[in-house]
Every structure is written in structure tokens, then in C-alpha cells.
């Protein structure tokens, strides 16, 4: 054998049209022998001859989010009479009885709302759905109880199978007097192997041996069993379907995703800005964006200064009648100097050139030193607003009741985690800060222009009616197309997750394209919505455009035939300006709609920030236990009712019984029938009425984390 190896010198032939078991303690190889006949486990040595038509059924089940109907046939043409035999032989028609709406009700991701046993039924029902040569079942028999195990065996196994290639791994020992050949593993070997009379033949016996090796791991596989196995459908619902087609006349509902409407609330502007910083250091901020918006329309001002002395000096010493004209001129916004020496002085104020120079490089370093400072502290602030919200919505969701996880798919908690988190760490910040920017840079351009010619203020503030018009009428609409993306986001990412952890079963049942047309079909659904999306930007950006030409056109020609501005430095300082105002007027709406779009993803991260949350952890100083309860472990149930929804008929119903102390109890029932709610009801993972009292203290008047760990 080969160091590192798994399975080691494995001979084996099967017969075909035989039932084969393979047993063996835990760890010993026997599903990984199966998935060397899958393919699944790479040989370094040796090959394996097996049909390709294979169907298996996994030892721990796996059920995608779907109907029970869609888990079973998985892709595959529905045939009424296969199907209907199916479920009976797989013990499901009693269990469609009493689901909500039999085989078409939904399950939940990874079948969260089934019992243990249910999904092991239905994990089975799919292999057996599938008409194929061999037949591959990795302990399907475990989940069950004794009663509905027998059932599986007798008509299933070896009655639907009858004639069938199957291997069977499994650890109930009283059924391998009825199969055909027998396989004792141990340690990646094959220890010994034959019939059942051989195997008795050969002087020893293999069966006292292997329930000894088993016996040291039935609490632990129960103790999985139990942690695995969540709220059951059959024990939730009493509602009868018809079972003779196995479905109803109305589709089963399922739990959307929450999908807010309208316009962003102002509760989740302010909650993104106090997760940024207190009243105070949000203050400073927006005093420090508003002090670099002063600077910068100062810059521009001074340049129009500067240019307008300078053409006043060149007109004053080349042409005798410039003062006069410069001094009649009615929309100047500058005096004339007082004297042509040497040394100019302005208003009063001696400006040479270098003087000029001076002020200008002042004021563009301060803009400078000032904007970094700003721009430092706004991206530190939208950092520290993100890091709160995640860690907010992850409290939030590790302090959720089970009801939670078991109605919201793994798909929706990711999408949060991952796109929205993103776009409020990437895209927020930046449409945030443009926004901001854009908003005060507006204020200041149209300040400047109204001084140079208040004439513009005319188009200027018609421009800013019309497109806050549009700005309405696509926000509107792009506001729910990016809501709608979201929630098509989050199907792609369950698909993904599901596919993942099912991806032996899918290999062998050949059924990649059926998941692959599923998550294209997915995928077609948040492309489409995210096309729309920028679809609506763009369109959007065409009819700004068109508006912002017209402007820039308008006042361009109003200097050229109506305009009485002589100097060259008010005409381009409002050209400029309007350029700059209608791109700023452009972006600003792009931006300010990006924003709002942006804070849809904020809305879904509160939206888990406000889950409903289990009890306090801790108990109350004046309740908390003694360090060293429950000292005798009695426990008494007092008319206790327990339901997994809050919508839904009680699991446990009226409940009353007492265990002394020391006693071993054994709660049996049907698969589905509330065993494993009982233990739910202990440690407080559903809500429950009445009382439960462990060494007379009522568990729901301690803390979480006093009662679950004295519990085992």
C-alpha cells in the first residue's frame, strides 16, 4: 500500500442484478470506497470498470431550495406511475399527507425545514426516481426509525430494486441475511467478504465483531443526528393534501426576500452618517467641505481680478480712451486704478504682478492642504460608518432566532455580506463625496456667475428646476431597478452554495447541465435587471446632455448679440462657468441618483440589523443560577407548546411530564413526529409556552448561555 492512501489493495467484483452490502466500522472506508466507483476519489494505482448509468444516494442527504416533487426528480421527465411508486416505496406518501401541500411544498435550503429522516426519504426517492444500472446508497437506512427502516429495505431496497445492481452501505445488521453479498471493511481494506453463510462459515464471528466496533459510535452518530435535524413539516402542519395526485390546486407560498419600495428613507441617511462619526465630527466635516468650496471659488474670482487688471493696464497705456470705457462699463466688476505708475494699485490696494502671483499661489496651496484634509477624514469617516455597519449586521444575525436562518437562504445573508457590504466599502463613499462636492461646487459657480452677469441667473435657475424634474422621474425608476437587482442577486449566490455542497451527487446523477441551465436562468434574471439599470443611466446621461448644450449654447450667444461686457475676463470666466455648471449640474444628478441607488444597499444591511434576536445571554443578577445547577437534573415540562413560526400550528402540543432525577428515558415516534423538537424545546431554539423546569428553575427566566451550557 502507498503511504497517504485511503482505500488500499481493493479487490472487488459485483455481481450484476445483485444486492451487495458493504459494512464496516466508522472511518473504515466504505464511503470512500463508493466514491472510487464515482470517480470521485483520484487512483494512484489499479482501475475501476463500473456503467455509466449510475445513480447514488449520498450518506449525508442533500436537498436544493425547491419543491419536494423538483428534490426527487431533479431534472428529470415526471413518469406518474414510477413517481407514485417512488413514494411509496420510499415511505413518503404518509409524509405528503401531511405536508402543506404535499410533494409541491417548498423546502428550505438544504431542507432546514424537514426532519432528518424526511430528507434522508426524499434523498433516497431521487436515487431511486432515476432508472439506472447501478445503484449506489450510502446509508440511507441511519436517519430512520427501526419501523420505517424495514420499510425501506423490504420495498425499496429489495423490492422496487428488485433485479437491480446495489450497493448499500450500511450499519443495520439485521438485514444482511437478505442480501446477496456481503463486504466487511476495516482500515481501507476489504477484511473479508461472501455471503452470509460463508461468512458464519468462516469460523468467525463477523457480526458480534462489527456491533462492538459500532457500539462505541451510536451516541455520537445520534448526538449528529439530533444537532442536524431541524423543525419537521409533517409535525409543523396538520393541513391534509390529496395523495392521490400528491399536490394541491394552489402553489405553496414561499418566504420572499424583503423588498422595500418608494424613496430611501431619511432614517437610513442618518443611520450610515451616525455610523460615521457623532453630530460633532460631522459638523467639522461638512465646515471643512464648505471652507475648500470657498477656496476654490475664491481661485477662480481671483483669477478674474487678476485678468481684468491686467487688460485694464494693457488697454490703459495703449489706448486713451480705455479709462472711460472701463469706467462706464455697466456690468464691470472692478474699479479702475487711481493711478499708471509703476506699482498698479486696485481699489485702493497696491497689486503688482508679483503680488497677484503670491495671492493665487496662497490660495491654490491652501485649497490644496485643505482638500487632502477633507478628503482624508470624509473616506475615514465612510470607513468607520461601513466596519459598524458589518459588524452590527453580524451581531445582529449570530444573536437571530432559528426561525431566521430557517426562512432566508444562505444565498441573502451572503449578498449582504458580500455585494452590499461592498458597495457601501467601494461605490457609496465615492457617489457620497461627488454628491457633497458637486452640491457645494454648484452653489459657488452659480454665486460667481450671478456677480459676473445676473442675467444668467435666468436659465441657470430653470436649467436647475428641469433637471431636478428629471432627476425625479428616473430616480423613480432606477431606485426599484437596483432593488430588484439585489433581489435577483441573491438566487445566483443559494444556486452557487446549493451546487457546491451537492456537487457528488451531481456528477453522478450527469446532471451539470440541468444546474447549469438553472443558474443561467438565475443569472438571466440579475443580468436583465442590471442591464435595465444602466440601461436607465445612460439614457439618462443622453438627456442631460441635450438640456446642458442648449444652456451653454444660450450663453454663448447672449454675450456675442446681447451682452454689453467689455472685459475679456468676466466673458470667459461665465463661459467657463457655465461649462463647468452644466457638467457639475450633469454628474451631480448622475451621482445623486448613483447615491440614492447606492443607499438601497444600506436598506438591505439594516434591514438585518434589525432581526428578531433570541433571548439575553446572560441572566439577571438577581436570577442567575447556582455555579452549580442543575446538581440533581430533574426536569419537568409543564403544559409546554413550541411552534418554529410564529404563524404556524404548535410542533409540541400541551406537553406535561416529569423526569425524576437519574432517569434514562427513551422517546420514540415516527420519523417527524417531534423527538428531535423536544430537545429544540430544552435548549430554547423555538419559542415555547409553558414551563420547563430543570431542577425547579423555569429555564426561560435564565439566560441563553447558563441554560445551553450545562446542557449536553
Not at 440614492?596 to 434576536?613: A, F, G
Request: charged share 20%; net charge neutral; with cysteine.
Amino acid at each position: 500500500s502507498l503511504p497517504g492512501t485511503t482505500l488500499r489493495l481493493i479487490r472487488l467484483r459485483v455481481v450484476p442484478g445483485k444486492l451487495m452490502a458493504v459494512v464496516g466500522p466508522v472511518g473504515s472506508g466504505k464511503t470512500s470506497l463508493l466514491h472510487a466507483l464515482l470517480g470521485e476519489l483520484p487512483l494512484k494505482t489499479g482501475s475501476v470498470s463500473i456503467s455509466d448509468n449510475i445513480s447514488y444516494a449520498s450518506q449525508e442527504p442533500w436537498l436544493f431550495a425547491g419543491s419536494v416533487r423538483q428534490n426527487i426528480l431533479f431534472g428529470l421527465e415526471y413518469k406518474r406511475d414510477r413517481y407514485r411508486q417512488v413514494v411509496k416505496a420510499c415511505a413518503l406518501k404518509t409524509d405528503f399527507e401531511q405536508f402543506p401541500y404535499g410533494d409541491q411544498t417548498v423546502v428550505g435550503e438544504r431542507g432546514v425545514s424537514l426532519s432528518g429522516g424526511q430528507r434522508a426519504r426524499i434523498n433516497l426517492a431521487r436515487a431511486v426516481y432515476k432508472e439506472a444500472d447501478v445503484y449506489l446508497l450510502d446509508d440511507p437506512l441511519s436517519a430512520v426509525d427501526t419501523h420505517v427502516g424495514k420499510h425501506l429495505f423490504e420495498d425499496c431496497v429489495t423490492g422496487f430494486l428488485k433485479d437491480k445492481t446495489v450497493v448499500l452501505v450500511t450499519h443495520q445488521l439485521q438485514y444482511l441475511s437478505d442480501v446477496d453479498h456481503i463486504v466487511v471493511m476495516n482500515f481501507g481494506t476489504i477484511q473479508s467478504e461472501g455471503t452470509y453463510q460463508e461468512l458464519q462459515r468462516s469460523g468467525t464471528d463477523f457480526l458480534k465483531r462489527l456491533t462492538s466496533q459500532d457500539e462505541g459510535n451510536d451516541e455520537e452518530s445520534t448526538t449528529t443526528l439530533l444537532y442536524k435535524r431541524h423543525s419537521s413539516i409533517q409535525s409543523v402542519k396538520s393541513m391534509a393534501s390529496s395523495v392521490e395526485e400528491f399536490k394541491t390546486m394552489e402553489e405553496p407560498p414561499e418566504v420572499a426576500e424583503k423588498r422595500s419600495t418608494g424613496t430611501i428613507s431619511g432614517k437610513v441617511y442618518k443611520s450610515y452618517l451616525t455610523a460615521g462619526g457623532n453630530c460633532c465630527s460631522l459638523l467639522f466635516l461638512l465646515l471643512l467641505c464648505v471652507l475648500t468650496q470657498l477656496l476654490a471659488s475664491g481661485g477662480d474670482y481671483w483669477i478674474t481680478y487678476w485678468v481684468n487688471l491686467e487688460e485694464y493696464n494693457y488697454n490703459h497705456k495703449t489706448s486713451p480712451l480705455a479709462q472711460p470705457l472701463l469706467q462706464t462699463s455697466p456690468n464691470s466688476s472692478v474699479a479702475a486704478p487711481t493711478n499708471n505708475t509703476g506699482t498698479e494699485t486696485w481699489q485702493g490696494l497696491p497689486l503688482s504682478r508679483d503680488t497677484c502671483v503670491y495671492i493665487f499661489s496662497a490660495i491654490t496651496v491652501a485649497t490644496v492642504i485643505i482638500t487632502l484634509f477633507r478628503s482624508y477624514m470624509f473616506f475615514y469617516m465612510c470607513m468607520r460608518a461601513s466596519r459598524r455597519l458589518h459588524d452590527t449586521m453580524f451581531n445582529s444575525i449570530t444573536r437571530a432566532t432559528m426561525y431566521f436562518f430557517n426562512t432566508n437562504t444562505s444565498g441573502r445573508i451572503l449578498n449582504r455580506f458580500s455585494k452590499d457590504m461592498g458597495s457601501i466599502d467601494e461605490q457609496l463613499p465615492a457617489a457620497l463625496i461627488d454628491c457633497l462636492q458637486i452640491g457645494l461646487t454648484l452653489v459657488g459657480i452659480i454665486v460667481v456667475v450671478g456677480l459676473v452677469n445676473f442675467w444668467l441667473m435666468v436659465p441657470t435657475v430653470f436649467i436647475g428646476i428641469l433637471f431636478y424634474y428629471l432627476r425625479k422621474f428616473y430616480l423613480s425608476t432606477s431606485r426599484s431597478i437596483k432593488r430588484l437587482e439585489g433581489v435577483t442577486r441573491s438566487p445566483v449566490f443559494s444556486h452557487l452554495n446549493a451546487s457546491l455542497q451537492g456537487l457528488t451527487t451531481i456528477r453522478a446523477f450527469h446532471a451539470q447541465q440541468v444546474l447549469e441551465r438553472e443558474f443561467d436562468h438565475h443569472q438571466d434574471l440579475h443580468s436583465t435587471a442590471w442591464y435595465i439599470f444602466i440601461a436607465s443611466s445612460r439614457a439618462f446621461g443622453f438627456w442631460l446632455d441635450g438640456i446642458c448644450l442648449l444652456y451653454i449654447s444660450f450663453v454663448t450667444f447672449s454675450f456675442l448679440f446681447m451682452g454689453s461686457e467689455t472685459f475679456g475676463g468676466n466673458v470667459g470666466l461665465a463661459i467657463t462657468q457655465s461649462i463647468g455648471l452644466t457638467g457639475m449640474f450633469q454628474w451631480g444628478m448622475r451621482q445623486s441618483a448613483e447615491l440614492e441607488n447606492q443607499m438601497t444597499s444600506v436598506e438591505r444591511v439594516l434591514e438585518y440589523t434589525d432581526v428578531e434576536k433570541e433571548p439575553p445571554l446572560e441572566s439577571d443578577p438577581d436570577k442567575k443560577p447556582p455555579a452549580n445547577w442543575p446538581e440533581e437534573g430533574r426536569i419537568t415540562f409543564s403544559r409546554v407548546y413550541m411552534t418554529y413560526s410564529p404563524n404556524d400550528p404548535p410542533v409540541l402540543k400541551n406537553l406535561s411530564f416529569t423526569i425524576a432525577s437519574k432517569e434514562k428515558v427513551g422517546i420514540v415516534g415516527r420519523t417527524g413526529a417531534g423527538k428531535s423538537s423536544l430537545i429544540a424545546a430544552l435548549f430554547r431554539l423555538a419559542e415555547i409556552q409553558g414551563e420547563i423546569e430543570i431542577d425547579y428553575i423555569v429555564t426561560s427566566s435564565i439566560g441563553l448561555h447558563e441554560l445551553r451550557s450545562k446542557i449536553s
